[in-house]
């Protein structure tokens, strides 16, 4: 299994190759091989800066000779003008690796303030936000990271490290105990201490979930705030309790409130949109 920094590394270079192919040839044509300068990023818009740690991987991958001096920290809050750091080094390096390095932040920086707007409105609550696998893929790693730098949870990072046992796989399975069962004797064979999560849709399943005791967390699927109150009322304490399906930033603090433990939410990563960032020549 790869490393985080690992899958990092594949994308960046993966990301070059379609971006570069065999060559920039607009900046080849007319930069100087020798010429030197410096860009800066600038913010035009408020919100979470997040990518920053990233973006100096990439311009260290490319040409470990670019120097950045960094302004501001992944998570800070920014406004629109703010500068979050400027990079020097060889014009021609500064082009080929802009795209790559604003498309990367753009979107883990969308991602971060989407989450902090989700968390806000958790204040006062046990309850945290939590992200899913709808994921662009190949970019997970850093959605993930995103989500941890705008206040979130990540809720798995894959299928490998936690069991979660959704709609399909309890019917394919049989029902209830009979995914648990399977999970339980899964796990003991092989050795595994994993975390094990069950999704139920009516309070029927709820029930019978409660009745074998085998699940670590119960996802209420698709629950209105009236029956997730009464379902967190029956399980009272037994296991951890998540609320999945169709939540909102406008009704995620009625989730909440109701007592459950997290929330989670796909459009933190799924249709988030990016923060306006550009990358300009800095002449200074």
């Not at 379609?18 to 607009?26: C, F, L, N, Q, S």
């Not at 991987?57 to 000779?65: A, L, V, Y």
């Not at 670019?66 to 021609?92: H, I, P, T, Y």
């Not at 790559?100 to 989700?118: E, K």
Request: proline share 1%; glycine share 10%; hydrophobic share 40%.
């Amino acid at each position: 299994m790869y490393s985080v920094d690992e899958l990092v590394d594949r994308l960046i270079d993966l990301a070059f190759a379609e971006d570069i192919g065999d060559g920039d040839h607009t900046t080849l044509c007319c930069i100087p091989e020798d010429a030197m300068g410096a860009q800066k990023l600038l913010v035009k818009e408020d919100g979470i800066i997040a990518g920053i740690e990233v973006a100096k991987k990439i311009f260290h991958r490319f040409d470990p000779e670019l120097q950045m001096e960094q302004l501001m920290n992944d998570g800070d809050s920014v406004k629109v003008g703010d500068v979050a750091f400027v990079v020097r080094g060889k014009v021609r390096s500064l082009l080929q690796t802009e795209r790559l390095m604003l498309n990367v932040m753009q979107r883990m920086s969308g991602i971060a303030t989407t989450t902090a707007r989700y968390m806000k409105q958790l204040e006062g609550t046990k309850c945290k936000v939590l992200d899913t696998r709808k994921t662009t893929p190949g970019m997970r790693m850093l959605e993930k990271e995103a989500v941890k730098i705008g206040g979130g949870m990540n809720h798995r990072i894959g299928l490998f490290d936690m069991i979660l046992l959704k709609d399909n796989h309890v019917d394919f399975a049989g029902g209830i105990k009979n995914a648990l069962d399977r999970c339980q004797a899964y796990l003991k064979e092989k050795g595994k201490n994993l975390k094990i999560e069950i999704e139920v849709r009516n309070f029927d399943e709820l029930q019978q979930a409660l009745d074998h005791g085998g699940a670590d967390r119960i996802m209420l699927d698709n629950f209105s705030v009236e029956n997730t109150r009464k379902a967190v009322e029956i399980i009272n304490g037994r296991c951890e309790v998540e609320s999945s399906g169709g939540i909102t930033l406008e009704t995620i603090r009625d989730y909440a409130l109701c007592g459950v433990d997290y929330v989670s939410v796909g459009a933190l990563t799924h249709s988030v949109k990016g923060l306006d960032l550009s990358f300009k020549a800095n002449n200074q």
